[in-house]
């Protein structure tokens, strides 16, 4: 099994085209000739976003006598997701220990020169 390289998948993911690949293929696998049918540009090109791809560890290709099937592997977009949210959870927690101490902060903050406390300025 390939090892997960978060910088492989978020390149491969950071293309419109690849993106519109995985899209198609989330829905079930595809030859390279359809999943390039949509597109305005050429075979040689889609096969180029899909060797992208491949390399991210986002497609398999199967080969059946002349044709080339693709299929989606979730797990690197899986392990990214993973990723995000445990860097989501971290920043959470980090950003509301930050507001916890402001608000504390501010209710033992002494009154500024001409201000009285409980009272606007």
């Given at each position: 099994m390939p090892s997960f390289d978060l910088d492989?998948?978020?390149?491969?993911?950071?293309?419109?085209?690849?993106?519109?690949?995985?899209?198609?293929?989330?829905?079930g696998e595809a030859r390279v000739t359809e999943l390039a049918r949509?597109?305005?540009?050429?075979?040689?090109?889609?096969?180029?976003?899909?060797?992208?791809?491949?390399?991210?560890g986002l497609v398999r290709r199967?080969?059946?006598?002349?044709?080339?099937?693709?299929?989606?592997?979730?797990?690197?977009?899986?392990?990214a997701v993973a990723w995000?949210?445990?860097?989501?959870?971290?920043?959470t927690a980090r950003l509301n220990a930050l507001d916890e101490l402001l608000r504390a902060e501010e209710t033992q903050a002494p009154p500024r020169p001409g201000e009285r406390k409980g009272r606007p300025g």
């Amino acid at each position: 099994m390939p090892s997960f390289d978060l910088d492989h998948t978020l390149g491969a993911l950071s293309d419109p085209t690849r993106r519109a690949l995985i899209q198609r293929l989330s829905r079930g696998e595809a030859r390279v000739t359809e999943l390039a049918r949509p597109f305005a540009i050429s075979l040689n090109s889609v096969s180029k976003h899909i060797r992208r791809l491949e390399r991210a560890g986002l497609v398999r290709r199967r080969v059946r006598g002349r044709e080339h099937i693709l299929s989606l592997n979730p797990e690197p977009l899986d392990e990214a997701v993973a990723w995000m949210e445990r860097q989501r959870a971290l920043w959470t927690a980090r950003l509301n220990a930050l507001d916890e101490l402001l608000r504390a902060e501010e209710t033992q903050a002494p009154p500024r020169p001409g201000e009285r406390k409980g009272r606007p300025g």
